[in-house]
């Protein structure tokens, strides 16, 4: 089992930042691969970033490559995800999850653990 906690949601300005933290607990936080996901209103959740158990391997969406940063403190059993460059379109619920699989896997299926959500709105 693994319990997940996001944080650092909020509102910001187009073009400024933010820092989300997702919290782990349970199952030792090395062993998984943790991702970001997002669900604007009315859309579908998508995939934003993964990355590898050990940190050794980071996959992107297209949309946020080179102004998101995901990273994660094995140590601290915490996983970030970095967002500069903010656009109204970055709007949504991000959520941060886990997959036991290890499989740097960009589809939501394949994740077996999701935190509750944090909100983080752009305005324009």
């Known amino acids: 089992q693994v319990q997940l906690v996001e944080s650092g949601g909020g509102l910001v300005q187009a073009g400024g930042s933010l820092r989300l933290s997702c919290a782990a607990s349970?199952?030792?936080?090395?062993?998984?691969?943790m991702a970001w996901f997002r669900q604007a209103p009315g859309k579908e959740r998508e995939f934003v970033a993964v990355?590898?158990?050990?940190?050794?391997?980071?996959y992107y969406a297209d949309s946020v490559k080179g102004r998101f940063t995901i990273s994660r403190d094995n140590a601290k059993n915490t996983a970030y995800l970095q967002m500069n460059s903010l656009k109204f379109e970055d709007t949504a619920v991000y959520y941060c999850?886990?997959?036991?699989?290890?499989?740097?896997?960009?589809?939501?299926?394949?994740?077996?653990?999701w935190g509750q959500g944090t909100q983080v709105t752009v305005s324009s």
């Open positions: 999850t886990a997959d036991l699989t290890t499989g740097l896997r960009t589809r939501e299926e394949f994740y077996d653990y």
């Open positions: 349970g199952r030792t936080f090395s062993t998984y691969d």
């Open positions: 990355i590898r158990w050990n940190g050794d391997r980071i």
